[in-house]
């Protein structure tokens, strides 16, 4: 498992754990660095950058779940060759690597991509559905629609048993590990409410709605994603919960931690009043649905993770 030491992978580590797998976590922090505390038995230094280094990653593996990711989407404007390198040609070497490893053993395998709603841009129609035609209007949501091609077109070689999972908003926390990136809105309204940050900046009314899921729920997904792939077959889902506005969730947050949230008001961006997600297709098929999405659970686990209130 790439990525298995941010804030999505330990919830998914733990998950996988739970459901009886063994885990090996990939990390391309030296050996000898400290690492953060997970449940992780064995770990594999490895760069997604060093081909060669994937290749002994994945030897004797059954499945990959890859997470490891540039994942910000104001950066990715600053930055797009490394989010060219790290999220397209990263996983363009994990999935050559699987290709050596199955041709070396035979064994097809399992294969989950994490994705993301970026691939979609701008959609003309809400709710999303996995039909909508991808339209990514930022470097990150274009390199991240690469990597699932990529996926795509490797497994229908026959090498990969592949599904593709892409996430809306990842918020909450598991086991003490939140989102650290203040950039989004959940973690930003709990660093006010914390006395961290001084203010919540709001484009507009803070009318527009988003779809925000709790990252368990999401590593729900993950095993059960892993758990549906086909031999030589390939999907992709959609894993989405709840619609929320800006202004519901600073209200949620003020609710459920009993502290005030200041808001500074900006002029109003031109942005999609509303981007929700259609999970029907990944509820019919791999039977699940979110149990911990609801927003004052989402704002209170988040809450609790932080060290100091």
Known sequence: MTGAYGFVGNAVVRQLAEAGHDVVAMTHRPAGSPLPSAPVVNTVHADLLQPKELVAAVRDVNAVVHLA?????????????????????????LLNACATEHARTGHVL???????AAVYG???????????????NSPYGTTKLAAEEAVIRKATTGALAAIVLRAFNICGAVAGVGDS???????KAIA?????????GINGDGSVVRDFVHVDDLARA???ALDACELGGHAVYNVGATGASVSNIVAATERVTGRSVP???HPPKQEPPTVLADTALIRRELHWKPERS????????????????
């Open 181 to 187: 990136d203040l950039s989004r809105i959940v973690p």
């Open 222 to 224: 993950y095993v059960l």
């Open 69 to 93: 990711a540039l994942t910000r989407v104001r950066e990715s404007f600053e930055r797009p060759d490394d989010y060219e390198a790290v999220n397209r040609g990263g996983t363009e070497a």
């Open 192 to 200: 006010v409410a914390a006395g961290q940050a001084s203010h919540v």
């Open 110 to 116: 399992r294969f989950v991509q994490a994705s993301t």
């Open 294 to 309: 609801s927003l004052d659970e989402i704002i209170a686990d988040a809450w609790s993770a932080l060290p100091i209130h």
């Open 263 to 265: 808001v500074i008001h």
């Open 122 to 136: 701008v959609p003309d129609r809400q709710p999303i559905d996995e039909q909508t035609p991808p339209r990514p």
